[in-house]
């Protein structure tokens, strides 16, 4: 398996502008993790999908955040519009339903606002 | 509230030492911890997982112990290689499924 795929690697944009990030889980995984990464802040998790269902937003910073997941092998972020306080390193990672929670992630997306 | 807090500090060693990194928290008790490792560029990787009725849990040169009183887990590299040179997190689960992660520790093995 190519294990947690996640698209782009790398974003510059500017402020105001709307940012899609991708994300194509381990085939077979039920579940589904939007994390954000910065230095202050560390790993906080975003929201999280269960069978493609929304279970748990309560991250999402403002409504300026969406997820969705339409299909068990996409799901996307988007920041809309973005602000420079929106720049950090996005990372999705899905698990299997069964056993202990122990999740995989990609590789990350490092967004940059201006 | 509840909180998950690793030494921020970076954690300097000598090669062939053994490195010991803290994670405690509070107002939690999990069933298990997770400890992962990032390196620079790359996404957290599980290392290991102990439960809440072990005292200990090892693979290979790493060990993790687990006290429930104290609310804290240990994470040793024995005999440590500049490889080990990474951030470690550590993770659980406050009851809603998902993870909540420490804000990690640097360790670099100097050869």
């Known amino acids: 398996d190519a294990g947690v795929i996640q698209s782009p690697r790398h974003e510059v944009t500017e402020m105001g502008q709307e940012v899609t990030l991708r994300c194509k889980p381990i085939?077979?995984?039920?579940?589904l993790f939007w994390y954000r990464q910065t230095m202050m802040r560390g790993l906080e998790l975003l929201i999280y999908?269960?069978?493609?269902?929304?279970?748990?937003d309560s991250g999402m910073p403002e409504d300026r955040f969406s997820a969705k997941m339409p299909n068990a092998s996409f799901s996307t972020l988007k920041i809309q519009p973005s602000e420079p306080r929106d720049s950090a390193v996005y990372f999705c990672?899905?698990?299997?339903?069964?056993?202990?929670?122990?999740?995989?992630f990609g590789p990350g997306t490092r967004l940059l606002v201006l | 509230s509840q909180k998950i807090e690793q030494n921020s500090e970076a954690l300097n060693i000598q090669e062939g030492k053994t490195a010991t990194l803290t994670c405690n928290y509070t107002?939690?008790?999990?069933?298990?911890l997770q400890w992962y490792r990032q390196d620079p560029g790359r996404g957290p990787v599980f290392l290991l997982l102990?439960?809440?009725?072990?005292k200990e849990k090892r693979k290979e040169r790493l060990k993790v112990t687990f006290d429930t009183t104290l609310k804290q887990s240990l994470f040793h590299t024995t005999a440590s290689q500049p490889a080990d040179s990474a951030t470690y997190l550590c993770a659980l689960d406050p009851g809603r499924r998902a993870l909540t992660f420490g804000s990690g520790t640097r360790l670099q093995v100097q050869p």
């Open positions: 102990i439960r809440e009725n072990e």
């Open positions: 085939s077979g995984h039920d579940y």
């Open positions: 107002n939690y008790s999990p069933a298990y």
């Open positions: 999908f269960n069978n493609n269902v929304p279970i748990d």
């Open positions: 990672a899905s698990r299997p339903a069964a056993g202990v929670e122990t999740q995989y």
